[in-house]
């Protein structure tokens, strides 16, 4: 990823990737090239750059709010499941500005195109096998394209609406960019954005921006409640910091040092994509004496990366404190820690990502005492991983 990351750069053809972002319209699974170049320009730049996450610090601390009461008012909550509707109420926010009754069916689509782009497909493995295709392929194929042709009807709809809207509120003199629709729109004529790219742009949004960082906070509350040390502390640092407001806000959040490094480590043992998202070699070449010829489907095992025994004591443990006076980041240098990849395709959403992860956590633990079940042993918490794009937790957290 340092010396060949451009013969590394591209992606390969993915079947359900080429159906859900209108064949590679999209950045995450669009080959290396102008058009990638032109709309990563775009993504960081207009939609995931720290302009854009200050403007959306309004709507992060009104739908942490919203979780704050919900917790507060039931006795028994499922985390897993408040989180994942959480992530995506703030992304629905910030891709449209609000949530109505065309936005809440949108996401449920969402959840099928992860199932869908996160399972093996026999034909990846058998690409030549003309029978496996028609068996095997044809079926699934002719499900996604009905799933995904009545998401775009949604979309259509929504972006519909907006367009009549804005005449007036451009006639009014108004700007319309106060979420990711907006912004893209305006982009529509200047840089030469078309329905169907706009559509698969705030698609990768759904798809890559709500799951990361909510199953990232998941495995936090995990790891903390099989640690009651690191929760302790993490709690003290917390309550201390913003003890004087009563509430947790974007202002104060970098004073959390301590939480940082939880989170950190969190990121080291639990990736959200623990394979990344494949790439493909564009010349033949030669690595380490493996000879890796053009157009291989390569995948990069972060996982295993951030667990080297050769570059971790005691990789296994959850110790935040290795992170101390230490200057191993994630930002993409350090490649023995690489939880948001590295090089030309390293995630642009890791600052939008990350701030969403520390207010979450933050309000999580400031406001509320987890503990395990009586007489539950911190060694028994079900830690075990889900399989599929993204690696979650098999069971549910449940607060009962
Ligand atoms: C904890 C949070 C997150 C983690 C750990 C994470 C991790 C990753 C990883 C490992 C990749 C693949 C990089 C590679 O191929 O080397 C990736 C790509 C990507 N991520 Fe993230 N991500 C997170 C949050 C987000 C968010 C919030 C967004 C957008 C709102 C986002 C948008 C993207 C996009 C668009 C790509 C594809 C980039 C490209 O192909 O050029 N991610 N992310």
């Known amino acids: 990823m340092q010396a060949h990351d451009l013969n590394f750069a591209s992606r390969p053809f993915i079947p359900a990737a080429n159906i859900i972002f209108y064949g590679g319209r999209d950045i995450g699974f669009s080959p290396h090239g102008p058009y990638w170049t032109k709309m990563r320009k775009i ?27 919900l917790i507060n008012t039931k006795p028994t909550i499922n985390l897993t499941e408040m989180m994942l509707s959480f992530g995506n109420s703030i992304t629905c926010r910030a891709a449209f ?5 065309q936005e809440e069916v949108f996401l449920p689509f969402i959840k099928q195109f992860m199932k869908m782009l996160g399972g093996f497909s026999l034909v990846d493995l058998f690409p030549s096998s003309n029978l496996l295709r028609l068996l095997v392929a044809n079926a699934a194929e002719r499900k996604l394209k009905k799933v995904h042709s009545a998401a775009d009807a949604i979309m259509e709809t929504i972006i519909n609406d907006r367009l009549a809207k804005r005449s007036s509120t451009v006639a009014a003199g108004g700007n319309d960019d106060e979420d990711l629709l907006g912004v893209l729109l305006n982009l ?3 840089d030469d954005l078309g329905f169907t790219e706009i559509k698969a742009v705030i698609l990768d949004m759904f798809l890559a921006g709500s799951d990361t960082w909510t199953i990232t906070v998941e495995w936090a509350m995990s790891e903390l409640m099989k640690h009651p040390r690191v929760m302790e502390k993490a709690q003290r640092e917390v309550r201390k910091v913003f003890n004087g407001k009563g509430v947790v806000d974007e202002a104060s959040i970098d004073r959390l040092q301590y939480l940082q490094l939880v989170l950190k480590e969190t990121l080291r043992l639990h ?3 623990p394979l990344a998202i494949p790439r493909e070699s564009k010349e033949t070449i030669v690595v380490n004496g ?12 972060l996982w295993a990366i951030n667990r080297d025994p050769h570059h971790w004591a005691q990789p296994e443990v959850f ?5 101390l006076n230490s200057s191993v980041d994630f930002r993409g240098t350090d490649f023995h820690y690489l939880p948001f990849g590295a090089g030309r395709r390293m995630c642009p959403g890791m600052h939008y990502g990350l701030a969403l992860a520390y207010l979450s956590l933050a309000n999580l633990i400031y406001h509320f005492d987890w503990k395990l079940p009586h007489q539950m ?9 889900r399989f599929g794009i993204e690696v979650k937790r098999q069971n549910n957290l449940i607060r009962a």
């Open 43 to 69: 993504v960081a730049m207009e939609l995931l750059g720290a302009r854009r996450t200050k403007l959306l610090r309004p709507i992060m601390e009104q739908e942490m709010a919203k979780l704050v009461g």
């Open 97 to 101: 500005g609000k949530i109505q009754k």
């Open 188 to 190: 529509k004529d200047t």
């Open 271 to 273: 990736p959200p994509g």
């Open 290 to 301: 493996y000879k890796i010829p053009a157009k291989t489907r390569v995948f990069v095992n």
């Open 319 to 323: 110790e935040p404190e290795r992170f």
């Open 377 to 385: 042993k911190p060694e028994d918490l079900d830690m075990r991983e």
